[in-house]
Structures are given as C-alpha cells and as structure tokens.
C-alpha cells in the first residue's frame, strides 16, 4: 500500500464547478505539499502545510494530522486549472513520498 | 533568477554507459533532492541532501551516485545505465525540508 494515496484518480469538471482533491497518508509527517504540474511537465509548488488551513486565490488547502488527511479545492474552476495536482508529504527532514497524481480536466 | 538549472534537457544513452545529470540553483538553498517520474509511478526520491558534505538515499537509490560538493550544486551520477533508468528527472530545491521545493524544468532520459 502506497504511503500516500490520492483520489479521484481522474477529475473532468465544467467551467465554475467547485473542485475537491483529496490526499491521505499513512506515515509520521512533519509537512505536507500541494504540487501542480502542467501539461508541459514543469512543477510548481502550491501549498506547504505543517496544520489548519492555507489560501490563495481561488485555491485553498487544509490538513487534518489526527485524521491523517489533507484536501486541495479550487473554487470556481477555468480550464487553465487543467493539470495534475500532487500531494507529497515530507518525513524526517527532506524525505518526501508521492501520492499518484489527480489529473484535472476543466472543460469549458 | 535563474532558480533551479538542470541540463541536459535531453539525453540518449545506450546501456552500461555513465553519464552525470547537472543541477544548480542560486537560491542559497540548503535541501536539494532527486525525484524520477515514471508513467503510472508518480514522482520517487533518489537521493537528497541538506547541505554541503550531506547527503542521503531515498525510495529508489540504487544505480545513482550523488555528492554535494558546494551549496549550488548537486549532481546525479548514472554509474552504468540501464533501460529500467529511462525516465524523466527533476532536481528541486528549498531553503528547508518543510519548506516549498523549488523544481528545475527535468531531464528526459532515454537508454537504449
């Protein structure tokens, strides 16, 4: 069983729909992050989260260490956000593991 | 800034040949890590470091060299390549490891 494990697997969503992407995990972590990578390749660091809740923009991240949880939502969506969104979480001190991916498709 | 540099872009290899993938960040960053990303895999971590002189495995080390001569630089070594190290890499950089990671553009390797 993967340490981390994302769902949905796949997301296609119309244009201004509210979009949740959740991320569990399964080990003692000390931060957890939101990543984007888009359809070029290139990854980009969204949100870094050690507890509570963090915003920006139309996306907002929380964690729940108790439940071992986190969610990335993005609010009024735009087929810009179209891109696979990556949880990782971080063990120790620069250990990071991986969950699979949520490729997101906004359709206009 | 250039942030995190990795070169080459692209690479060929045939099987049993060495090659080092460069990367370099200007950020002062003390954390530099290793990831490859495989289709249906995600992202894995090869090797990482956090600082100069330090350095650690990760999931998947096996087949690579890295040393962290200085703060900017942290190269991965391909000792001798096999066809399972065809991959895409992605060296990245933060000031801690609870901190955001900083990611270079990857390396596309191919080994025949």
Redesign the interface.
């Known amino acids: 069983k993967n340490e981390v494990e994302q769902s949905p697997q796949n997301l296609t969503a119309q244009e201004g729909e509210f979009i949740t992407i959740n991320c569990s995990y399964s080990v003692g972590i000390s931060a957890l992050h939101w990543l984007q990578q888009h359809p070029g390749g290139g990854i980009v660091s969204l949100f870094m989260l050690s507890s509570g809740k963090k915003k920006h923009g139309r996306l907002i991240a929380t964690i729940n260490i108790q439940e071992k949880h986190s969610s990335l939502h993005i609010t009024a969506s735009h087929p810009r956000d179209s891109a696979v969104y990556i949880c990782a979480v971080v063990r120790g001190l620069n250990d990071m593991r991986f969950g699979a991916g949520t490729r997101l498709t906004v359709k206009p | 800034n250039a942030g995190v540099t990795q070169t080459p872009k692209f690479q060929v290899l045939k099987t049993g040949q060495s090659m080092t993938l460069q990367c370099a960040q200007d950020m002062n960053h003390e954390?530099m890590?290793w990831?490859r990303q495989d289709p249906?895999?995600?992202?894995?971590?090869i090797h990482?470091?956090?600082g100069a002189g330090i350095t650690?495995q990760?999931?998947v080390p096996n087949g690579y060299n890295v040393s962290r001569s200085t703060t900017e630089d942290f190269p991965l070594r391909l000792l001798s390549a096999a066809p399972s190290q065809t991959s895409?890499y992605?060296c990245?950089s933060?000031s801690q490891?609870?901190?955001?990671?900083?990611?270079g553009?990857?390396t596309r390797l191919s080994i025949l």
């Open positions: 954390y890590s990831y249906g895999m995600g992202l894995r971590l990482y470091s956090v650690d990760g999931e895409v992605f990245a933060s490891g609870d901190q955001p990671q900083h990611f553009d990857g």
